[in-house]
């Protein structure tokens, strides 16, 4: 694996744990309802989580078999839905991503960069 590919997913998980990182800042003391009826957050966390899709697109190939706790095609697939259903976000679908699914997959993210960093 080269270097400038180890570089870019190397940034490309940088990103994703820092969007992953504001996310938690973002909805901390929040309930479902609160988040929904806050706009400006649910609209701050949407983005950042179609930003996540999208970064992880610059991810190695490799990364699937290495990370199978991952569940890459819904990570991606919640970006591509966000962008172009975007008249009809499901602000409920957002919360429980940002509340339960990104700390599992902040951790594995962080395993990840170790291995990519290790060598």
Do not use: C, N
Not at 31 to 38: L, N, W
Not at 69 to 76: H, K, L, N, S, Y
């Amino acid at each position: 694996m080269s270097f400038d590919k180890r570089r870019r997913a190397t940034e490309a998980l940088d990103a994703i744990v820092s969007a992953i990182d504001e996310i938690g800042e973002f909805i901390v003391g929040q309930d479902r309802r609160s988040f929904q009826t806050d706009r400006k957050t649910a609209l701050a966390v949407t983005h950042l989580v179609m930003m996540i899709g999208e970064a992880s697109r610059d991810l190695l190939d490799g990364i699937a078999e290495r990370r199978p706790e991952i569940p890459w095609r819904q990570v991606r697939d919640m970006r591509h839905r966000i962008a172009h259903e975007y008249l009809a976000v499901d602000f409920e679908l957002v919360w429980d991503v940002a509340s339960t699914d990104l700390a599992p997959l902040r951790a594995a993210l962080l395993r990840e960069r170790d291995f990519l960093t290790s060598y």
